[in-house]
């Protein structure tokens, strides 16, 4: 199963008409992940549809518009969800990294998922490492063009990391050693 949260209203709408077009299991939230549970501003462009936006008010110049949405934690979703396994989380949250993985560390604690984040400045990259020296993952550069990497590559506008427990490692080495660290 595939759980997925948006909050923008017109892109949640989209998101939904897809999962109904396509048959698609995936279980739907109007709502921004963040370290707590209420309603947060998110900020955005003024165009009639957004496709970036970020909890973080000072993320992009530009972005002058903002909204109230529902803000949720991973950690809530599994105490509401318990029957719920997460084997991987994507985090592309314009800024907001460290809100998210604070919101989830009881889930990192317990069920360990590999998770492909995009991290936008030194302060989220250095808590992303801190993470994943805490829960004994692996952190492997992502290169959009030449595979994983175990050192940061140069040049790289956008840095997006591959974080793998250790507990997986293994059996990825073993599996799949022709896309590992190419």
């Not at 370290?35 to 003024?46: A, E, H």
């Not at 990192?108 to 030194?122: A, C, F, R």
């Amino acid at each position: 199963m595939v759980v997925a949260f948006e909050p923008l209203p017109e892109a949640f709408k989209l998101l939904q008409e897809n999962i109904s077009i396509n048959n698609f299991c995936i279980l739907p939230f109007q709502a921004a992940v963040s370290d707590s549970i209420g309603t947060s501003t998110l900020f955005g462009s003024s165009d009639d549809f957004q496709y970036s936006a970020s909890l973080v008010g000072d993320f992009s110049i530009g972005m002058s518009a903002k909204s109230t949405v529902v803000t949720t934690t991973i950690d809530h979703l599994i105490d509401e969800q318990p029957n719920i396994k997460i084997d991987l989380i994507k985090i592309d949250v314009e800024g907001a990294e460290i809100s998210v993985l604070k919101g989830m560390r009881e889930t990192l604690e317990k069920q360990q998922p590999n998770l492909i984040i995009e991290i936008l400045n030194d302060e989220s990259e250095n808590y992303v490492r801190k993470i994943s020296e805490e829960y004994d993952y692996k952190y492997v550069w992502i290169d959009e063009t030449a595979g994983l990497k175990k050192t940061r590559p140069e040049d790289v506008a956008s840095r997006n990391v591959l974080l793998i427990h250790a507990a997986d490692l293994e059996n990825l080495i073993h599996d799949c050693p022709e896309i590992l660290f190419s």
